[in-house]
């Protein structure tokens, strides 16, 4: 366990409950205690209650009950820990640092989500620029306009020319680092360092909090090989142990309760702009036991 009882009692004590059940149910006050209709299950008489006296929410008619965190990871999809990090920053509660390694390894992780996540803003607006015509061009063929584009971040890596490489520089991010964020290939036989992805559609990965971590990639030559390909696995990402479209689709799954698993990205991106936004991909392998842990969660 990372956190102690006593920061949990802590940040509990800071939070609001009320405001923030209220936030997804409306609620009225009978004496000291707020009530609702049970956003679990289906009623028109209120039966579940909200006490910010003793910190806890407790349906009478299905039994659903718990604290503040336990209320982001029933109507959020949070995992316990992300929910003591959203609702600590909410309420001003600093969370202790570990120990300087973790420290280190975590700093450094930070700095290569920015890398990353530079690499998807440059990715999406060369798609928009004349050299990502091509990419525009197939998106339309498959009946995906610009407003699908920006929903998924989509993105086009240019051809050849090391753009990206460049681009990054100009942001003062190191080499090594552009490596290590599985975004330019090392030289080799004397020859330099290359932009890992070119020529093709990108699809920003993201992580279970939405953060972008990697990219999937599809070749826009007709006869290129492999036609899709991932970004390699980094300390930010593992293509066994993520989904596409998790962080967006789990809130959405909490709600449909169910799951939908398609074969590729496109396929998720098809199934959101009809409305179905719970759907994921496995990322380019078949489904492993890591990515069903996450759909079961
Ligand atoms: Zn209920």
């Not at 209650?49 to 029933?74: I, Q």
């Not at 407003?147 to 090391?162: H, T, V």
């Amino acid at each position: 366990m990372r956190y102690g009882e006593g920061l949990l009692e802590e940040i509990r004590r800071r939070t609001d409950l009320v405001a923030l059940v209220g936030r997804r149910v409306k609620l009225i006050r009978k004496g000291r205690v707020m009530w609702g209709c049970c956003p679990f299950h289906a009623e028109k008489s209120p039966s579940f209650k909200v006490e910010n006296e003793r910190r806890l929410y407790k349906c009478f008619g299905c039994g659903k009950g718990g604290d503040a965190f336990k209320w982001l990871t029933e109507t959020e999809g949070l995992s316990f820990p992300e929910a003591v990090e959203k609702l600590a920053a909410e309420v001003g509660v600093e969370l202790p640092k570990w120990s300087p390694e973790d420290e280190e390894r975590e700093q450094k992780k930070k700095s290569l989500y920015d890398i990353v996540e530079l690499a998807a803003k440059f990715y999406e607006e060369q798609l928009f620029e004349p050299a990502g015509r091509e990419a525009r061009e197939y998106l339309k063929g498959r009946g995906l306009d610009g407003a699908a584009a920006k929903q998924f971040r989509l993105g086009y890596s240019p051809g050849g020319n090391n753009a990206l490489i460049g681009y990054l520089a100009a942001h003062n991010v190191m080499q090594d680092d552009m490596i290590a964020a599985g975004l330019a290939r090392p030289g080799e036989d004397g020859r330099p360092m290359r932009d890992f992805f070119y020529n093709r559609l990108m699809f920003p990965i993201g992580d279970g909090r939405g953060r972008i971590v990697a990219f999937g990639a599809r070749a826009l030559e007709a006869d290129a090989k492999p036609k899709y390909i991932n970004s390699g696995e980094t300390s930010l990402f593992s293509k066994g142990s993520q989904l596409y479209n998790f962080a967006t689709a789990r809130a959405a799954a909490i709600k449909a309760g169910t799951i939908i698993v398609a074969e590729g990205y496109m396929d998720v991106i098809a199934l959101a702009r009809a409305g179905f936004t719970h759907a994921v991909a496995p990322l380019g392998t078949a489904m492993t036991e890591d990515q069903l842990h996450l759909l079961w969660r």
